[in-house]
Nanobody
Framework: QVQLQESGPGLVKPSQTLSLTCTVS??????????WRWIRQPPGKGLEWMGA???????YYSPSLKSHTSISRDTSKNQFSLQLSSVTPEDTAVYYC?????????????????WGQGTQVTVSS
């Protein structure tokens, strides 16, 4: 069974870079044809797809976040990571990593395969 676990700081100051890592066990992030997604849910709002990295290393980003989002991977550690630069309090959310059969997802379809438990990130000075 595939397991995903998010890790990273729970508190980030405005204008700084938020960095999260998703550690995957029970399956390789290079296995065809899976996509490894980042999704977030701000308080009181719906799920937002942020982007994904494919089994072959291709990356995909939400147009609204593309300018300050980067997704990368470390295949030796079976991890993929999210970096969100120049954060503001509006980036406060629960951040999830998930696996899927496509790079994009919407709503709870984002959790149609395997996903992590989520990690709370608060942006505040």
């Amino acid at each position: 069974q595939v397991q995903l676990q998010e890790s990273g700081p729970g508190l980030v100051k405005p204008s700084q870079t938020l960095s999260l890592t998703c550690t995957v066990s029970g399956g390789s992030i290079t296995t065809s044809y899976y996509y490894w997604r980042w999704i977030r849910q701000p308080p009181g709002k719906g799920l937002e797809w942020m982007g994904a990295i494919a089994y072959d290393g291709s990356t995909y980003y939400s147009p609204s976040l593309k300018s300050h989002t980067s997704i990368s991977r470390d295949t030796s550690k079976n991890q993929f990571s999210l970096q969100l630069s120049s954060v503001t309090p509006e980036d406060t959310a629960v951040y999830y990593c998930a696996r899927g059969g496509d790079y994009y997802c919407s709503g709870y379809v984002c959790f149609d395969d395997y996903w992590g438990q989520g990690t709370q990130v608060t942006v505040s000075s």
